[in-house]
């Protein structure tokens, strides 16, 4: 059995990179005992200006991208036939009506994302990016704000004080934005895109059987 790392870029906001991830968990099942990964989530901010007050998800992304009402309905509908297919969820878990969807700024989020993986590891760093996802996409929790985040890394059982520590660490946040620019390095533009065992690209979110293929011809390279 070969083992692969598997660098993913993504950022928390975006429903794909939760799609992405359900179809890739879904093809490394498949190859279980044939190849396993190492996977590290990396830092892309679909919004990098975004206030800290955050921006309702409907009037974002018909200012960003110019859809209708009936257009921003249709893509929501895909994107929920799509992780139900993946094996995820992007509906609302929590009890009575839900809060208005919004988008954040999740700079802060990314460093703490850093920060688990150096201090704790890959599987714990993944940890609490499903954490994180379903803050957002589940729960409809503020996760631009630090406090928040804060109650998210101790839900998945990081210590406060340390996470505290890291939010407040520039040499961690110069690392971030430096990873930033490598995606802009390796032509990344947009989320998910999972970079194989250092070099091999595999943008968006792929079906199931286009990782199976990829992670397969990858190994047989390595």
Known sequence: MKTLTIDIWSDVMCPWCLVGWGN?????DRLEGEIAAEIRWRPFELNPDMPPEGEEQEAHLRRKYGRSAAEGQ??????RAMAQEAGVSLEWQGDGEPPPA??????AAHRLLAWALDSAGPERQGALKLALFAAHFHHRRPIGDEDVLLDVAEEAGFDRAAARAALDDAALAARVRAEQRQALDLNITGVPAMVIAGKFLV???????????ALRRVAAKA
């Open 24 to 28: 890739l968990r879904q093809a490394l």
């Open 74 to 79: 249709a893509v929501r509908e895909q994107m």
């Open 102 to 107: 919004m988008m954040w700024n999740t700079f």
């Open 203 to 213: 943008p968006g979110a792929q079906p199931v059987d286009s990782y199976v293929n």
